[in-house]
């Protein structure tokens, strides 16, 4: 099975860089799609038990991590933030370490590798001004881990003081599912696979919340579920 990822991974990287320079990205931001794509695939197989699909993705986003180091002459890709080659070094360690996880089969700490290596991409965009709807999604995932905590904490003790932490914090994560729709641009709105992600995520943030005031553990539980299932199919797919 290692050698026939091996062998994909030298598929993928032959493709990549066909001629070096000639092929190099142009810019960061062009660059930084598929790494990102590979790291959050990577790390939604990691989470479900892939490895050897987990293991492909970072051979591929570890190619394509190569082709962003400065070129022969010092050049960097257009508009590559500050401390760009400091980034690439300490990217490429952390893959390598959840490259390294993998292989043990390890998918815990691969998966706190990939995601630390996210954090620092997204926090790379942002001060790059590159930010777009892969960000937003991405930053809604604090918002659902405090849903989560709130949620199960009401279904242990449906008290008064519970039910309003959960209403908040559903209140919350739906304020960020709303920012995240108007980052999206006309063509992916307009798509019927993110309308029913995002819409069916909003409606449910409002279904917990009223189901906390309505006191009814067991549809909170239900709708927590649904909400996280939709947090990870927007983040697998448009994080």
């Not at 990822?5 to 930084?32: H, K, N, Q, Y």
């Not at 063509?187 to 917990?208: N, T, V």
Request: proline share 5%; glycine share 8%.
């Amino acid at each position: 099975m290692r050698c026939t990822i091996a062998l994909l991974a030298w598929l993928a990287s032959t493709a990549l860089a066909p001629g070096a320079e000639a092929d190099r990205p142009a810019d960061v931001a062009s660059a930084m799609a598929p790494i990102m794509a590979n790291l959050r695939t990577a790390a939604s197989y990691a989470r479900t038990g892939n490895v050897a699909l987990a293991q492909i993705e970072t051979d591929e986003a570890i190619a394509r991590w190569k082709r962003l180091a400065p070129n022969a002459s010092g050049a960097l890709p257009a508009n590559a933030p500050a401390g760009w080659p400091g980034f690439l070094d300490r990217g490429h360690e952390r893959l390598t370490t959840a490259t390294g996880a993998l292989e043990r089969g390890d998918t815990v700490a691969a998966g706190r590798e990939l995601l630390a290596l996210r954090q620092v991409f997204h926090a790379l965009r942002r001060h790059a001004g590159l930010y777009d709807l892969g960000d937003c999604i991405f930053e809604i995932a604090p918002a659902m881990e405090t849903l989560r905590v709130a949620a199960i904490r009401y279904g242990e003790q449906p008290a008064p003081a519970n039910a309003e932490e959960t209403v908040s914090a559903a209140g919350a994560f739906r304020d960020r599912l709303v920012r995240c729709n108007e980052w999206a641009n006309s063509e992916i709105a307009a798509q019927g696979e993110f309308r029913r992600l995002i819409d069916g995520a909003i409606a449910s943030s409002m279904a917990i919340a009223h189901a906390a005031m309505a006191g009814d553990g067991p549809l909170v539980h239900r709708y927590l579920i649904e909400l996280q299932s939709f947090a990870q199919l927007l983040d697998f797919r448009y994080g």
